[in-house]
């Protein structure tokens, strides 16, 4: 097992919702930024959505307005909920952590599939 993985993925009908999980090993979210990316079949891998270290969120072209992210202190886990998922949502996603005042400490997990189809 990795430092960052991953779960929740799967096979998701359009209009579904999923809900992904990263957690970070011995990593503290509270100093780290969490950065989900996706990254579509013969595409650049794009950032979806983000979480700071000190709660802000942000959210990009792909992620904005119906995807949620969001983390549990208690357990060391962010998470993205998404909804209304299209088929062009299919792709890997994958959880990023980045120290909030050392941007090298960064670390990915191995990404979860998800696939959005009848």
């Known amino acids: 097992q990795g430092l960052v993985v991953e779960s929740g993925g799967g096979r998701v009908q359009p209009g579904g919702s999923v809900k992904l999980s990263c957690y970070a090993s011995g990593r503290s979210l509270s100093i780290y930024h969490v950065n989900w990316y996706r990254q579509a079949r013969g595409k650049n891998r794009e950032l979806t959505a983000s979480?700071?270290?000190?709660?802000?969120?942000n959210y990009g072209e792909s992620g904005n307005g119906r995807f949620t992210i969001s983390r549990d202190m208690e357990k060391n886990m962010a998470s993205l909920q998404m909804n209304n998922l299209k088929p062009e949502d299919t792709a890997v996603y994958y959880c990023?952590?980045?120290?909030?005042?050392?941007?090298?400490?960064?670390?990915w997990g191995r990404g979860t599939q998800v696939t959005v189809s009848l």
């Open positions: 979480i700071t270290a000190d709660g802000s969120t």
């Open positions: 990023n952590i980045r120290h909030s005042a050392i941007s090298d400490w960064s670390y």
